[in-house]
């Protein structure tokens, strides 16, 4: 796994932490946090766009965030656990896990010094 894509999955990380923090921040800290989140996972995302194929770096990103989002609102924020939304999320990580397979991991050709005509 390249820098790349070990950037995209941090994005998400991040992408779970302000989307937790739009929800339930409620102090001038926890807002500061979603803000630094939101910058650092939007920032993040785009560096790894200008090396890797977009639309798969946004599917996975994308991708990795639902995840995220819906298993920590099940671990620390009391949403009920349900084997459908597993069985569902099992199968985006198949989708993503696919898309990471079949894309290739090389620099986009202009950006490598590669003719581009």
Sequence with gaps: MTRHWLLVV????FEVIWV????HADSILTWLITF??????FGGLIHAGKKLPTSTV???FV????????ISEMIWFGEPFQ???????ALLLIGIIGLKIVT??????????????
């Design 10 to 13: 941090a994005a998400a990380v």
């Design 20 to 23: 937790a923090g739009l929800k």
């Design 36 to 41: 630094a989140a939101i910058a650092i996972s």
């Design 58 to 60: 946004y599917a996975v």
């Design 63 to 70: 991708g990795l965030g639902t995840v995220g989002t819906v």
């Design 83 to 89: 084997w459908p939304k597993i069985g569902l999320i």
């Design 104 to 117: 290739p991991d090389h620099e986009h050709p202009a950006e490598s010094g590669g003719d581009t005509a």
